[in-house]
């Protein structure tokens, strides 16, 4: 009779993220073995290689949990409170998610392997760029270059959480609401702005 496993997968991915997020994409086996209490050959046993540990752990989802939020559309409140909101759970997914992507790409791992065709970074615009359109239609905004906005947009977020993983530096949570209101703010007078000024 096989022994149960006392590590579940989920807790195996979740100490791989940690200890890649903590170490980089070189974390050696033994601080994520040591953390769960196992041997690295259980690591290696249950998943079948490191590289299949790491593409297991560290591969975003294929649909972000922000982008369901964002389906629901715009609602009556302030634009620059809605953004706001939108921008902090883009920031705080990206936060966790930007080192997994470096790592993945650190060790040879190639985009197609990452995410699938019109998934990722495709599937993020079109999100974005939908809610835009939506606020649009509720004349909540006046903007008509809605593929561009998305795209500044989510720049200027992925530029935030990109910046702060290169420093190995992560942002207090002050300065993280600061960047976000200011970036709500500005998108807020600018999707707002009447064309003829």
């Not at 991915?13 to 033994?30: F, K, N, Q, T, Y």
């Not at 409140?77 to 706001?84: F, V």
């Not at 197609?112 to 649009?136: N, Y």
């Amino acid at each position: 009779m096989p022994r149960p496993r006392l590590v579940t997968d989920d807790q195996i991915l979740s100490a791989m993220r940690r200890g890649v997020v903590d170490r980089g994409a070189h974390v050696p086996l033994e601080a994520v073995a040591d953390q769960l209490s196992v041997t690295v050959p259980a690591l290696i046993k249950r998943f079948g290689s490191r590289r299949a540990l790491m593409m297991a752990a560290l591969t975003p989802p294929e649909r972000p949990p922000w982008v369901e939020a964002l389906q629901r559309g715009p609602d009556e409140r302030p634009l620059e409170t809605q953004l706001h909101e939108v921008f902090t759970r883009i920031l705080d997914y990206l936060g966790e998610v930007v080192p997994c992507l470096v790592a993945l790409r650190e060790i040879g791992i190639p985009r197609e392997r990452i995410f699938t065709k019109g998934g990722g970074p495709e599937r993020a615009v079109e999100a974005v760029r939908r809610w835009l359109e939506l606020a649009r239609e509720r004349k909540s905004i006046s903007a008509t270059e809605l593929d561009a906005v998305a795209h500044a947009m989510l720049g200027a977020l992925h530029g935030r959480a990109f910046s702060a993983h290169l420093r190995n530096q992560k942002p207090t949570a002050r300065a993280q609401r600061e960047f976000v209101s200011e970036l709500a703010r500005f998108f807020a007078r600018a999707l707002t702005a009447s064309p003829n000024r």
